[in-house]
Nanobody, 124 residues
Framework: QVQLVESGGGLVQTGGSLTLTCTSS????????MGWYRQGPGNEREFVAAVSSSGRSTSYAASAKGRLTISRDNAKNVVYLRMKSLEPEDTGIYYC?????????????????WGQGTQVTVSS
C-alpha cells in the first residue's frame, strides 16, 4: 500500500508562487509515474501535470504550461509542483497521485493511489 501526503498549500496573492510537495511511503516510488490534479470550487478534478518514473518525461495541462513545473527526487520519495504567476483560476484542492507503471498518462482512472489533497487559494 502506498501512502501519499501533500503539503505546501496555502493562501497567495495573484502573481505569487507556491511549491507543493508530495511525499510517498514505500520503496517502490522510483517505479511509479506521479501526477498532480486539481479540483476547483464546483468543478471536477482535472489533470495538471505528470512525471515519468525516471523523471525524464513530463506532461502538462495547457493551463499549466510555462507556469507550473513538476519534478521528482527518487532518493527522497518526493514529487514537487512548483507554481508561479498564480491566478485565481488556480484555486482548488491539489491532489498527488501515483501510478504503478513507468510511463505518463493524463487519465485520472489510470492512477492507483491518491493523497488527501492540499488547498491552494489565490486571491485577486
Amino acid at each position: 500500500q502506498v501512502q501519499l501526503v501533500e503539503s505546501g498549500g496555502g493562501l497567495v496573492q495573484t502573481g505569487g508562487s507556491l511549491t507543493l510537495t508530495c511525499t510517498s511511503s514505500g520503496r517502490s516510488f522510483p517505479m511509479y509515474t506521479m501526477g498532480w490534479y486539481r479540483q476547483g470550487p464546483g468543478n471536477e478534478r482535472e489533470f495538471v501535470a505528470a512525471v515519468s518514473s525516471s523523471g525524464r518525461s513530463t506532461s502538462y495541462a495547457a493551463s499549466a504550461k510555462g507556469r507550473l513545473t513538476i519534478s521528482r527526487d527518487n532518493a527522497k520519495n518526493v514529487v514537487y509542483l512548483r507554481m508561479k504567476s498564480l491566478e485565481p483560476e488556480d484555486t482548488g484542492i491539489y491532489y498527488c497521485a501515483a501510478r504503478n507503471a513507468p510511463w505518463i498518462t493524463q487519465r485520472e482512472h489510470d492512477y492507483d493511489y491518491w493523497g488527501q489533497g492540499t488547498q491552494v487559494t489565490v486571491s485577486s
